[in-house]
Every structure is written in structure tokens, then in C-alpha cells.
């Protein structure tokens, strides 16, 4: 399974909630994340190169709400691979998986 | 008559010394123009610092302000990570942190309160970009001047 951040879902994501705009962090956990954690596959490739602007808000509500959501941190971890430009945004998201309620 | 060999060692070592002192002006003058991409990185390091504290502390919540925010820090991010400034080697929990402390609360609509200037968030802010062209400051100095 293969989630392109950029271009399935938008080229600028932000926002937190439903409230904060079309392409906000909640809507991509539960139209996304969520629906693919339920799927067939074990291995879910997340292609982070395409999106732009990423802030933490987004990132954090996308996957440190899906420990909040019950998921084990250790499920994601080990089903998640991530693409990106950036190492420093794989390793904050895998942050917000380990310690989801650390700051927010 | 002069020996032949003689001109040729001349001009051999002529050569030399001009590829000597060739090579060690093309190495200070590109070490001179990482540190000057160094210091400009720091100067957009500021520069993010100031535009977040006053999107942070506007009377108003300000999406194209917000927006902004976002792509500064990753443009700033993505430039620290390669070529030159990636020799610095700069950690990674330095990048995450300015851009956690910029952008993970009071970013969005829905959260947004305007900040006082001795906010928590104010604070964090400017610790996260003074650590972090502070980092760059030092480990340049270690390594290019």
C-alpha cells in the first residue's frame, strides 16, 4: 500500500482539525491512515517528497492521534516506511508515535 | 651551453608552486563562501524567529501568515541538510525542535490565541533558533575558519 502525501491528498496539507481547511491532519488520519491500517497490507509506504510547508501541527495530529486513536506505537513503526527529502520529518513523526502526548 | 634539463626543472617548479598557491586560494575562497552561506543561514534564522513571534503574538489568527511559516522553516531545513551547509552536520533534534516549537501549537484557526510577549511559546521559540545559530556558529568555526 502507498500513500503519496503531495499528490493524493495535497501539495500544502495543514491544519490540525476538520475546522483548519480542506487538507488538515485529521482528515488525512482518518480518510487515509486509518483506512489503510484496516487494509490487507502489512507494509504501508508513506511519500512525504511531494508535500510542501509541512508543520508539526499536521504531522502530530496525523500520527501521534492515531496512538490517542489506540493504535500501538509499535504497529506503526513497524508498518509505516517513510519517504522523504527530509530525515528530520521522518524522525519527528516517529516522535509523535513514541511520546504522542508529550508536548501536545 | 645551458643544460636543458635545467629550463625544464625550472619551469617544472614553477608550475608547482603556481598549482601550490592556485589550490590553496581556490580552498580559502570556497571555505570563505560556505561561511558566508552559514551566516546567511542564520540571518533566516532570525528572520523566521521574528516573523514567528509576531504571527504568534498578532491580535489575529493569520492563515497566509501560518502558511509562510511553514514553508520558512522548511526551506531553512532542507538548506542545512545539503550541500555545503550539511558538513556542518548539524542534529537532527536541532532542525525538529525549531520547527516543533514554530509550528506544533497556536499554528492553526482552531487553537490560535494571541500570545503574550513572555508567553511559553515566545520562549521556546527563541531558545529553539538561538540553539540552534548558535550550533552553526560553533561547529562552522570548528570546521571552516
Known sequence: MKINLGKQFGRYPAGR??????????????????????????????????????????LEESFGGLVRAGYEADELIRRFKFISRDPS???????????????? | MENPWTNAV?????FIGWAVVHRATLIRDRRKEKREISMQICKDIADLQTAAIDFHTASQFDARKSADLGQQVERIILRLQKSPLGELEIPLQNLIRLRRKTTL????????????????????????ATDL??????TRERIWE
Open chain 2, 105 to 128: 501549537l497556536n499554528i492553526d484557526a482552531s487553537n490560535f490565541s494571541s500570545q503574550p510577549a513572555g508567553s511559553q511559546i515566545i520562549f521556546d521559540i527563541r531558545n529553539a
Open chain 1, 17 to 58: 482539525y476538520l475546522a483548519d481547511g480542506p487538507f488538515n491532519g485529521q482528515k488525512f488520519r482518518e480518510e487515509f491512515l486509518i483506512p489503510a491500517l484496516k487494509g490487507p497490507d502489512d507494509e504501508i509506504e508513506i511519500d512525504l517528497s511531494d508535500a510542501r510547508g509541512l508543520k508539526s501541527s499536521f
Open chain 2, 133 to 138: 545559530i548558535i550550533c552553526i556558529e560553533d
Open chain 2, 10 to 14: 625550472t619551469w617544472l617548479m614553477v
Open chain 1, 89 to 104: 520529518l521522518v524522525e519527528e513523526i516517529l516522535e509523535y508515535i513514541r511520546n504522542q502526548d508529550q508536548d501536545f
